[in-house]
């Protein structure tokens, strides 16, 4: 579904607002699976924060196509991936606290703010470029 819309909306939506827009809310996700909740609304917001991720890959893979015509971004993006899916585990399995999560949510949402940063400079730069090549 979000990724469905967020083909739908590219080049409708800017990249930054759409970036903004998932990040913030997996990081929301996160946040609120710090507290207590209830079998639904843990369902709720991991889907939440999946949506918001299935929402944000196309437009984080078009920043990255975008700023490198080469495709080296893209292909250190996939290793990173994969590093991540590899050492993620590891790493939450280190900051597990028996049945407390939070040590781990707290990387989570770290990590996520971290990421918003790392593309949206890069992103704001890549604006201001095109708009001096295209001006007269």
Excluded: H, K
Excluded at 25 to 30: Q, V
Excluded at 34 to 58: E, I, K, R
Excluded at 68 to 85: F, H, K, P, Q
Excluded at 96 to 112: E, H, K, P, R
């Amino acid at each position: 579904g979000a990724v469905l819309l967020a083909v739908a909306l590219a080049g409708r939506v800017s990249r930054e607002l759409a970036l903004t827009i998932g990040i913030v809310a997996a990081t929301i996700s996160l946040w609120a699976l710090l507290g207590p909740q209830t079998v639904l609304m843990y369902g709720l917001l991991v889907s939440l924060f999946n949506g918001a991720w299935n929402w944000t890959d196309p437009f984080l893979l078009g920043t990255m196509a975008a700023i490198d015509r080469t495709g080296r971004v893209m292909v250190w993006s996939i290793a990173w991936r994969l590093l991540g899916l590899a050492l993620g585990p590891l790493l939450a399995a280190l900051l597990l606290n028996g049945q407390d999560y939070s040590q781990v949510n707290a990387l989570g949402i770290t990590t996520l703010l971290l990421a918003l940063v790392c593309i949206i400079l890069p992103l704001r730069a890549l604006r201001r470029v095109a708009s001096l090549v295209s001006r007269p």
